[in-house]
T-cell receptor, first 114, second 112 residues
Framework: DGGITQSPKYLFRKEGQNVTLSCEQN?????MYWYRQDPGQGLRLIYY???????QKGDIAEGYSVSREKKESFPLTVTSAQKNPTAFYLC?????????????FGAGTRLSVL | SQKIEQNSEALNIQEGKTATLTCNYT??????LQWYRQDPGRGPVFLLL?????KEKRKERLKVTFDTTLKQSLFHITASQPADSATYLC???????????FGSGTQLTVLP
C-alpha cells in the first residue's frame, strides 16, 4: 500500500517540551515537504528537502527542525522555541517528473498544547 | 511579493448545478497551476494540473481554465453532488525554486 504515512494522528505537547512528528513515504520520491495549516488558512511551508542529507528552510522555519537521513523519512521536530505550535501539520512528497511538482500528502498530525 | 487569492467565502450550491471556484494571483508568471481537494482533517489530494500554454483541461466532471493575461484560473465541477463538498485549494509553482505556494482554499458545500 503506497503513500505517505504520518504519525501520530494526534499529539499533545507540554510547555517546554520538544516533540517529533514522523513522516514516511514509499513512493520513491526525492523531495519531501512539511507544511503547517491553521484554521481557515492555506498551507505554509516549514521545511523542505529535495535530496537525502539536504534540507532548506521554508517561510516559517523558526522553532522547527528536520533531518533527512533516509530517502523514505523526513521527521519534523517542534521545539520549545515554537511558542504557538497548535496547528495541523502536513507532510508531502513530490513527484517532480516532467516538471510537474505534484505533491502527495499524508493524513496529517494535529498538534495541541496542554 | 507573491499573492494568491481564492473565493474567500464558502460557496453553497444546489446538487446538479455547476460549481465555479476562482483562483487569482499577482506578481507571478507560473509555469503551471494545480488544484487540490481537501476533506476535513485530511491531507490535500491532487486533482488537476494545467500548464501556462494550456487554456483548458478536463477530467470527468472537472474543468480547469487558465488565463495568464488575467492571472486567473477557474475550476468548474459540473453536475455537482453532495460528495463534492470539500475545500478546494489552488497552488502555483515558483518556477526555478520548485516550490508550490497554496491558496487558502474555498469551502464548497453541495446541498441535496
Amino acid at each position: 500500500d503506497g503513500g505517505i504515512t504520518q504519525s501520530p494522528k494526534y499529539l499533545f505537547r507540554k510547555e517546554g517540551q520538544n516533540v517529533t512528528l514522523s513522516c514516511e513515504q514509499n513512493l520513491n520520491h526525492d523531495a519531501m515537504y512539511w507544511y503547517r495549516q491553521d484554521p481557515g488558512q492555506g498551507l505554509r511551508l516549514i521545511y523542505y528537502s529535495q535530496i537525502v542529507n539536504d534540507f532548506q528552510k521554508g517561510d516559517i522555519a523558526e522553532g522547527y527542525s528536520v533531518s533527512r537521513e533516509k530517502k523514505e523519512s523526513f521527521p519534523l521536530t517542534v521545539t520549545s522555541a515554537q511558542k504557538n505550535p497548535t496547528a495541523f501539520y502536513l507532510c508531502a512528497s513530490e513527484d517532480g517528473g516532467h516538471g510537474k511538482n505534484i505533491q502527495y500528502f499524508g493524513a496529517g498530525t494535529r498538534l495541541s498544547v496542554l | 511579493s507573491q499573492k494568491i487569492e481564492q473565493n474567500s467565502e464558502a460557496l453553497n450550491i444546489q446538487e446538479g448545478k455547476t460549481a465555479t471556484l476562482t483562483c487569482n494571483y499577482t506578481n507571478y508568471s507560473p509555469a503551471y497551476l494545480q488544484w487540490y481537494r481537501q476533506d476535513p482533517g485530511r491531507g490535500p489530494v491532487f486533482l488537476l494540473l494545467i500548464r501556462e500554454n494550456e487554456k483548458e483541461k478536463r477530467k470527468e466532471r472537472l474543468k480547469v481554465t487558465f488565463d495568464t493575461t488575467l492571472k486567473q484560473s477557474l475550476f468548474h465541477i459540473t453536475a455537482s453532488q453532495p460528495a463534492d463538498s470539500a475545500t478546494y485549494l489552488c497552488a502555483l509553482d515558483l518556477g526555478s525554486a520548485r516550490q508550490l505556494t497554496f491558496g487558502s482554499g474555498t469551502q464548497l458545500t453541495v446541498l441535496p
